[in-house]
């Protein structure tokens, strides 16, 4: 059987409420059979992107297709693209199953659907109880199977980790693991690298409503740069060294002296350092590499987004 290839393509999109460009310029692609994080902070414009691939807001610029169409293009959207924008908009008083079965009915979706997702997201035990005595998790859960309804080959998640436990965690990562290994698009927003650290394989992340970058995360690793702590009684001059390099060029790009004297080096690996100290006399008493843990290169790619009037 032919399957569309339902990656997601974001190409030059851009949004601007009034003086606030939330989205600017950004082009990426999501695709089928991974999970891909959808990270920045506070306010880099993730939920607007999210809006606007779903068709509930309209670009300024550019676009956003699901299988090469717009949104709203798409024949039985329900049936190709599942999205928790809002994981507790639900109504108190109904119970989890009667929740399901309006939306079932709305959407046109067989009558089985809505005990197999019940089931499925180990809902079937809570399934009479009304949804206002539901904890983050269990609502997290519902809104799930409620983007599953219509059996989509896309999902499309708002922040799903926010307020879970490690548990819940554990089993979301689980869950949308199976659904990536079904072959579906599964992109989902965070503005907590470490949360979703475990549970993605891809990234784009923003900053400001631009992209600062994306591809596998394991990837990442060449935008960690390491950085060598050395610590020397000849700090001074293994300063000036380090930064002159060797004749042919091999020199630290960046060294800093810390409140506690010690130096810290960047561009060089810790032989490098040795031999450019022992070529200069130069005492050299410790060398310490460190790497920036990727929630310090998350923090640093994305500073100062937050809050900022754009
Ligand atoms: N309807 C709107 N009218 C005016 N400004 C808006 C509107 N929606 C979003 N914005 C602004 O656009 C920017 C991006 O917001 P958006 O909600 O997309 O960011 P986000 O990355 O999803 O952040 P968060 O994690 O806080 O939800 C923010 O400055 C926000 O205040």
Known sequence: MNQPNYRIEVTGLTKRFGPVTAVDSLSFSVEPGVITGFLGPN???????????????????????????????????????????????FHPNHSARDHLRIYRT????????????????????????????????????????????????VLLLDEPSNGLDPEGIAWLRRFLRELADEGRTVLVSSHVLSEVQQIVDDIVMIRRGTLVAAGPLREMERFRPSTVLVRSPDAEALKKVLLRGTSDGVAAQSVETGHDGALRVQGLATAQIADLASAARLRV???????????????????DSEGDAR
């Open 106 to 153: 709305m959407g046109g979706h067989p009558a089985g659907r809505v005990e197999e997702l019940l089931d499925r997201l180990g809902l079937a035990h809570a399934a009479h109880r009304k949804t206002r005595t539901f904890s983050t998790g269990m609502k997290q859960r519902l809104s799930l199977a409620t983007a599953l309804l219509g059996d989509p080959q």
């Open 285 to 303: 008493h410790e060398l310490l590499t460190e790497d920036t843990s990727l929630e310090q290169l998350f923090f640093e790619l994305t500073a």
């Open 43 to 89: 306010g880099a414009g993730k939920t607007t992107t999210m809006r606007m691939i779903l068709g509930l807001v309209t670009p300024t610029a550019g676009t956003a297709t699901i299988g090469g169409k717009r949104y709203g293009e798409l024949r039985r959207p329900s049936e190709i693209v599942g999205a928790v924008l809002d994981a507790s908009a």
